[in-house]
């Protein structure tokens, strides 16, 4: 069962991930994403933040009408439910290889929040792919699917999904899911049988929203929301 946050007309999210500063978050407010990503437990990612600039930064998005997002490799429920508690984060996405235990001891402390799971595929094989009906059973709301490199690198990657590997993995779920994996405006067309799909919830993008340094861009971001999360009047007819 979906958690209050997450009913049907909260779907079709614009996720960007891996803002550092408030000024990074001033910049998504103005140009359309929902979902803003914090990162923190995840050793030597350039977006890892320390608590207090979690919290601060998770205060900040929230003031801006945006949605943070802990992303984390972390895997120990207590201090995650803690820190959830502590920044007032509701959503928290699962982004290595933690268990459908740690997600129900997650739920049972966190019953308001909205528990994201990534799924990894690697070269077309989902490695979780035995184990989608025990994390809904724990209590996942969302799932987010994403690319794991040829050499084991996880998230962030700009690595592309092929829309067939995403479809022969579908018939698995049956809660949400968010898209993830090297998305740009160049490439909205080859994912539109995917984003037909029912269960899809939202695109998830941190690549293709930088400059060649690393930086968010109001134009990127702009376009991309205009590409994966149309407002209603910029709907193509």
């Not at 969302?142 to 067939?164: A, I, K, M």
């Not at 060649?212 to 209603?232: I, N, S």
């Amino acid at each position: 069962m979906s958690t209050p946050l997450l009913t049907r007309s909260a779907l079709g999210h614009l996720k960007v991930c891996g803002a550092r500063t408030r000024a990074d978050l001033d910049l998504l407010a103005a140009t359309g994403p929902t979902l803003v990503g914090l990162w923190h437990g995840i050793p030597g990612g350039p977006a890892d933040l320390p608590p207090e600039r979690l919290a601060d930064l998770a205060a900040t998005a929230i003031r801006l009408g945006l949605e943070p997002v802990l992303v984390t490799f972390l895997d120990d429920p207590d201090h995650l439910a803690r820190l959830a508690r502590a920044t007032g984060i509701r959503w928290i996405q699962l982004h290595a290889y933690q268990s459908p235990a740690l997600v129900a001891r997650l739920r049972a402390q966190l019953p308001y929040a909205v528990l994201v799971k990534v799924l990894h595929l690697a070269r077309g094989r989902c490695l979780e792919r035995a184990f989608t009906p025990a994390f809904e059973r724990a209590g996942c709301d969302l799932f987010l699917l994403d690319t794991v490199t040829d050499d084991g690198r996880v998230g962030s990657t700009g690595t592309p999904l092929d829309p067939g590997d995403v479809h022969a993995l579908l018939p698995r779920l049956t809660i949400p899911f968010l898209l993830a994996g090297g998305l740009n405006t160049a490439n909205r067309d080859t994912y539109r049988t995917v984003t037909d799909h029912p269960l899809y919830a939202g695109a998830d993008i941190d690549t293709a929203a930088r400059d060649r340094t690393g930086r968010f861009t109001h134009d990127a971001v702009t376009a991309l929301a205009r590409a994966w999360h149309p407002r209603p009047q910029e709907t193509p007819a």
